[in-house]
């Protein structure tokens, strides 16, 4: 049994997707639990859903194995079945205190970072552990292939893709670009987000920025859906990728920004450190770890992040402009990187011979 999300437009769903295939292809007998069955129509191609939903309501020849997939909250032990493994992820200094009980009465517990290797361990999980990297599908993402149209005729065009939420420092992100850059720059910001109810947030960003606005660089925002295929088609479609978070427990879209060979400013702390350094990436300085008082998630209060230096970002975001034959390098050098190092077969040999060694 494979418990969570598969439908929406999450990072957790896509990752769901990639790991149900990966069981599928190594003969795996599937059944899953979906968390997200509303959202069936919300973001994928027919085709798809048809795969995703013919596991639905698949016979178990016996109850051996579950692993549940989401975020920890709703992490519970499966008195039903003999092993249980949860796979779940946080972004700040530590896990909440509430999650801990619940994990340790799983099997083994599995994480994508180093990162989360250390918070999860730290908050007192004591369970066997295990560092399962991220699940991609490489083959969707190709420098190669049409571009997504945009109403954006500056030559540069920075993305950035987030939940308009504190944590992913979309305050720092527009004050940084809106500080640096003029329209003679020829550089444009674009912003894809999930939920339009939240543009007026960004919006409100920009206008409270202290400089004219005819001074200001142009910042476009996408507030709807798009297909996977056509998130690919947004890479394509811009220059380089940049996110200043406070805290990420693996950080997806650096990931799926570097394997379309863009160059990739992202902050030095938390879980997407495991795959970005100095020589194929631009880390921003971060100023200290400050703790978090107030948050939309009260899971958040108490627990510390990373504040990134607004004023090294520009420096960043100025460099990948100016040195524009440096950023390339840099990027190319990162798609090797993954490429090599987080595969899908190495991946699916980690998830396999987790499942197998219980087998026996």
């Known amino acids: 049994m494979l418990d ?46 048809k795969y995703i939903s013919s596991f639905e309501n698949n016979r178990l020849t016996s109850n051996d194995m579950y692993i549940y997939n989401w975020i920890g909250s709703h992490a519970r032990y499966n008195p039903e079945f003999r092993i249980n493994i949860a796979r779940t992820t946080f972004e700040t200094d530590r896990i909440p205190s509430s999650w801990v009980p619940a994990l340790n009465k ?49 030559s540069f065009k920075f993305l950035s893709v987030f939940d308009v939420k504190e944590r992913k420092g979309y ?18 910001l674009v912003i894809k987000i999930r939920d339009s109810s939240r543009t007026h947030i960004i919006e ?38 940049v996110l200043p978070t406070r805290g990420e427990g693996w ?26 350094h100095e020589r194929n990436s631009y880390l921003i300085d971060i100023k200290g770890l400050t703790q978090i008082s107030e948050y939309e998630n009260p899971l958040f209060i108490g627990h510390y992040w990373a504040e990134p230096s607004v004023e ?19 990027a190319m050098a990162a798609k090797q990187e993954l490429l090599q190092t987080y595969n899908r077969r190495e991946t699916s040999m980690k998830v396999i011979r987790e499942i197998e060694k219980y087998r026996g």
């Open 171 to 188: 305050d720092i992100l527009l004050r940084a670009f809106l500080n640096e850059f003029t329209p003679e720059d020829q550089a444009a």
């Open 251 to 276: 950080g997806r879209p650096f990931f799926e920004a570097m394997l379309m060979e863009m160059p990739v400013i992202g902050t030095n702390w938390s879980g997407h450190t495991d795959f970005m």
């Open 204 to 241: 409100q960003c920009i206008k409270a920025h202290p400089k004219p606005k005819k001074k200001r660089p142009n910042v476009y925002i996408i507030d709807h859906m798009l297909e996977p295929a056509d998130i690919v088609s947004l890479y394509r479609a811009c220059d380089a990728f």
């Open 4 to 49: 969570g999300i598969f439908y929406n437009g999450h990072g957790l769903a896509e990752g769901n997707r990639s790991l149900l295939r990966i069981l599928d292809k190594a003969g795996y007998r599937v059944r899953i639990y979906v968390r997200d069955s509303s959202d069936k129509q919300m973001a994928l191609h027919p085709k798809e859903i």
């Open 312 to 330: 090294d970002l520009q420096i960043k975001m100025r460099r990948v402009l100016e040195r524009k034959a440096e950023a390339k390098m840099r």
């Open 106 to 154: 799983f099997n083994e517990v599995w994480v994508q970072s180093k990162f989360n290797m250390t918070t999860f361990t730290s908050s007192g999980v004591k369970v066997p552990m295990r560092l399962i990297p991220n699940f991609f599908d490489f083959g969707q993402f190709s420098p190669a292939g049409p571009d997504l149209s945009l109403p954006v005729p500056e």
